[in-house]
């Protein structure tokens, strides 16, 4: 039997051994599929001796790279990881982001807003450029450009018609909390996309979906990168589209 998992503190809120033990199921594979809470990332070195192979999640998508020996091409231009193969980092989280977002898009969806900073935000702003998306990070921390929460008014919101929530924001327990955006200035022109999934339904969604606003949350996301995740855990080349040359 192979071992797989998903390293990252908590992980109350994750789907990732569900998705992963029905597809397990589904397809008859030899393998498990575990839930590894490391109250500090320096255990991971213990978790690379004992699994085949692991998805990272927060907070350690970028915590974790010291400790690998080798970083995919596209992971170190992203500057996190996601999915761990020996000592070796890759990201598929741009990929689950690519390929949910793409059939949303309209030809006036031209900027966006990209709540956060962490490793979940690297990856999106990685797959909004591939996507030809112009975009602005916004932080609590403003720095090397990005903009205050206090600096979106209605001039921004207007310029940029797509929102991208990558901080934990509403994520299971904490489902009665969201960014500080002025969602009153929210449309039907905009695009809400919450990297969070569970709740289905974050605050973030529902008051977009309250103003007419078109509304994703991350399950697909999940879903995609964790196929791409098992590609590489079973040395298998992903589609050329995602080749760093293209």
Same mark, same amino acid.
């Given at each position: ?12 809120? #994750? ?18 599929? $575990? ?33 690998? #020996? ?9 500057? !996190? ?29 031209? $900027? ?8 979940? #935000? ?13 975009? &602005? %990070? ?19 919101? !207007?310029?940029?018609?797509? %929102? ?6 509403? &994520? ?15 449309? #039907? ?21 309250? $103003?007419? !606003? $078109? ?32």
């Amino acid at each position: 039997m192979r071992h797989f998992g998903v390293v990252g503190n908590p992980l109350g809120h #994750s789907f990732s051994a569900a998705y992963f033990a029905e597809k397990f199921r589904r397809e008859g594979i030899d393998a498990d599929y $575990r839930l590894l809470p490391l109250p500090d990332i320096q255990d991971v070195v213990g978790v690379m001796e004992e699994l085949d192979g692991f998805n990272v999640t927060l907070p350690y998508k970028q915590a974790v790279m010291p400790y690998l #020996s080798e970083l995919d091409s596209i992971a170190e231009t992203i500057g !996190a990881v996601n999915v761990v193969r020996g000592r070796c980092g890759y990201n598929t989280d741009w990929v689950g982001f690519v390929e949910s977002i793409r059939p949303l898009l309209s030809e006036t969806d031209k $900027r966006a807003l990209v709540l956060g900073t962490g490793g979940v #935000s690297k990856a999106v702003q990685y797959g909004l450029k591939r996507l030809g998306v112009e975009y &602005m %990070v916004v932080s609590r921390s403003p720095h090397d450009g990005a903009i205050a929460y206090e600096d979106i008014g209605t001039e921004v919101l !207007a310029e940029h018609t797509v %929102v991208v929530n990558c901080t934990p924001l509403g &994520m299971y327990p904490d489902v009665d909390k969201c960014p500080c955006l002025p969602y009153e200035q929210l449309d #039907s022109r905009h695009l809400l996309y919450d990297c969070v999934y569970n709740p289905e339904r974050t605050l973030f969604l529902q008051h977009g979906e309250e $103003r007419g !606003a $078109r509304t994703k949350n991350g399950l697909e996301m999940l879903h995609l990168q964790a196929e791409a995740a098992w590609k590489i855990w079973n040395e298998q080349k992903t589609d050329n589209r995602y080749d760093e040359k293209k």
